[in-house]
Each structure stands twice: as structure tokens, then as C-alpha cells.
């Protein structure tokens, strides 16, 4: 069976005929696997959605109770049979819960690994290596120029920071669902066991993550502090949230943001960012083909990001690829920050 035959781009997303099913739809469809709970992938107005209890719960987080008609938890390494496809969810190292999505029909075997990483994190399961004939990659950080280094050696830049400037608040801008409470386990990784502080639009994620049974130490909303009690102090906050007027409620502000586009110079200047942290839940250049190669795909479909660096990438190795032609993907900055302000609003903070 030819792999078009088995996935193929369509109005709505990536579409399995065989298996009558969407990955990642960005239109409501009748049954949709959703790979992680990040706004541009997990949407909300589908008939049945099937996804990672975490996802399904970060979905129903965002949404509201009545986010799909109806829910359907899929273990890690679970078989499901979906008409003449199987379906099976494997670790994708990018947010708590999230999957790459291996649908098999005959001998036939393709993995749409949504977003991911193979950098370690403690606040997910580690990218799990999936044998296939085509691999769907994404492409956010697509050229060579993008190497994240290790997170540990930024999120000591940032405890370096705070010594030095005990008056001054520091404010780290961090994707709410994921990045915030990786930026969290690492400083506790490192020794930090100051409260640390959330901006609302944090807060029902993190305890989500707590509640999951990752340790993030002692966690306070910002909401409510005297300006000077501030002072010396880490919060974690929407990036959004970082160049608005709700920072006057801080000593003299250290701004840093925790981004893999902050190795953009140029970018963290725009930006108005004092500090940039490299950190970031994508592959970079050296992830992204390293796990191109190891998966063993004869065949690679690149999505989402800078998709011809990494397709003329994979024809030098002698791989065939193709850009996938897929849309509203890869906009996590807007989508992210759109939901951040909603749960902002919900949270009581709508002067953030
Ligand atoms: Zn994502």
C-alpha cells in the first residue's frame, strides 16, 4: 500500500481515509487523534476525540467540560483498531502527555510525531524511537543555525541573575502548558527551593502538573503580593504578560524569556528581553535529523517550521521527502498567548 493511500493532507489536517480519522485536526471533524494539548494541535468542536489522558484532561482544562462530543484515553504503546489501520501513542518528549501517532496498515507503518523532542525533561516521558517506513517530522527549528544546548546550563544564567540582583524582580516568560513547568523542575533541579511565583494564566496547568505527580516544590499565585515582597523573587508568566503594564507590580523587573528563538539575537532584542534562556521543547537542527535517521524511514514528510532546509537535508542522505502542505500548525507564540489571556481572565487577572 502506498503511504498516501494510508495519510494524506487535507482541508481539515492529515487525514486517514482507511481509518476514518484526522490527526491534529484544524477544522472540527467527526474523529480526531490529537497529539498534545498545545492550542494549535488539540482544538476544540470534534465529534470524538481519542488522546493521552493528559491531553484529554489539558483539553478539558482549556475548553471547558464540553470540549468534544465524546473522549476516548489512550495508554502509551496501546493498540487501537481503527477500520483497516491500527493506531498506537508513543512518548513524544514535548509537554506531559504527549504522542506521536504510528498508524500501521498492513505492512505499511507511518509516524506523525506532532511536536517533539529527544532533549531530556523531567516533566515528561522521554521521546521513544519508533521503527517506520515514513516519518512526518516538524520543522520549527530547521536549520543548522538552531542548537538549543543544555537547558540545566540556561537555567543557570537565570539563578546567576537573581543573586546578583537580589533588589530586582526576575519574570520569566515561558509558554504556559509545558515550557513553565519544565523552566520549574529544572530550577528545583538545581537547587532552587525558594517559592516561586505563577501569573494566573500558570496556574491551573501547573497544579495539573503537580497533581500528576511531577514535584515542582512550593508553588504561589503572584496575585495579591506587596510589590516589595517581590524582591529576589522568580515568576513564571505568559510571555505576553511580560511587556504589559501588569509588570509595574514588580521591583524593577528582570525580563527573561525562556524560548529556543531566543539563540535569534536579534529576536530576544525585539523583544525587549533582558535576559534570554534558550530553552526550548522542539528538536533543534541536530535533533531533528538525528531522529530522521535513526527512525529508519526510507520516506520523510516534513510539517510545520522551516521545511525546505530539512527536505534538502534528507535528499543529500539519499532519504525521498516532501514538504507537507499543512496549515495553522507551528503558531504556538499566537495560539499560546491567545489561551493565556483567556484562563488570565477566568483566573481574575484581566489586567494581565
Ligand atoms: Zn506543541
Redesign the pocket.
Known amino acids: 500500500m502506498r503511504p498516501q493511500d494510508i495519510l494524506m493532507p487535507g482541508p481539515a489536517g492529515l487525514a486517514c481515509k482507511a481509518g476514518g480519522f484526522h490527526i491534529d485536526p484544524v477544522r472540527p471533524v467527526e474523529r480526531a487523534l490529537i497529539t498534545?494539548g498545545?492550542s494549535?494541535?488539540a482544538r476544540p468542536g470534534h465529534g470524538a476525540v481519542l488522546a493521552t489522558r493528559e491531553t484529554l484532561d489539558m483539553m478539558r482544562l482549556r475548553y471547558g467540560e464540553n470540549f468534544a462530543g465524546s473522549t476516548q484515553v489512550v495508554a502509551y504503546g496501546e493498540e487501537i483498531r481503527l477500520g483497516d489501520v491500527t493506531a498506537t501513542f508513543h512518548p513524544a518528549g514535548?509537554?506531559l502527555g504527549?504522542a506521536q501517532i504510528a498508524v500501521t496498515c498492513k505492512d505499511t507503518r507511518i509516524v506523525a510525531s506532532?511536536?517533539y523532542k529527544d532533549a531530556r525533561d523531567p516533566t515528561c516521558a522521554p521521546f521513544e524511537l519508533v521503527p517506520c517506513d515514513v516519518f512526518i517530522t516538524e520543522a520549527t527549528f530547521g536549520l543548522p543555525v538552531f542548537r538549543h544546548g543544555d537547558a540545566a546550563d540556561e537555567v543557570k544564567k537565570l539563578l546567576t541573575s537573581v543573586r546578583l540582583f537580589p533588589e530586582r524582580a526576575h519574570l520569566v516568560g515561558a509558554y504556559s502548558l509545558?515550557k513553565a513547568q519544565r523552566v520549574i523542575a529544572l530550577l528545583r533541579e538545581a537547587g532552587y527551593d525558594a517559592p516561586i511565583y505563577l501569573h494566573g494564566a500558570m496556574e491551573a496547568i501547573t497544579y495539573y502538573y503537580r497533581e500528576r505527580g511531577i514535584p515542582l516544590g512550593e508553588l504561589k499565585p503572584v496575585r495579591g503580593m506587596k510589590k516589595a515582597d517581590l524582591a529576589g523573587t522568580i515568576t513564571l508568566a505568559p510571555p505576553s504578560a511580560t511587556s504589559d503594564v501588569w509588570t509595574r507590580r514588580f521591583p524593577d523587573p528582570v525580563t527573561a524569556f525562556a524560548s529556543g528563538w531566543m539563540r535569534v539575537r536579534a529576536r530576544a532584542r525585539q523583544g525587549g528581553v533582558e535576559l534570554p534562556l534558550v530553552i526550548s521543547?522542539?528538536a533543534d537542527w541536530d535533533g531533528l535529523t538525528a531522529t530522521i535517521a535513526a527512525t529508519g524511514a526510507g520516506e520523510i514528510w516534513v510539517t510545520h517550521g522551516q521545511e525546505d532546509a530539512l527536505v534538502h537535508w534528507c535528499k543529500t542522505k539519499g532519504l525521498a521527502a516532501r514538504p507537507l502542505d499543512l496549515v495553522g500548525y507551528g503558531d504556538?507564540d499566537e495560539g499560546e498567548a491567545a489561551a493565556s489571556a483567556d484562563e488570565a481572565q477566568r483566573a481574575g487577572e484581566a489586567d494581565a
Open positions: 498534545h498545545h494549535d494541535h514535548h509537554v504527549s506532532g511536536d509545558g521543547d522542539h504556538e
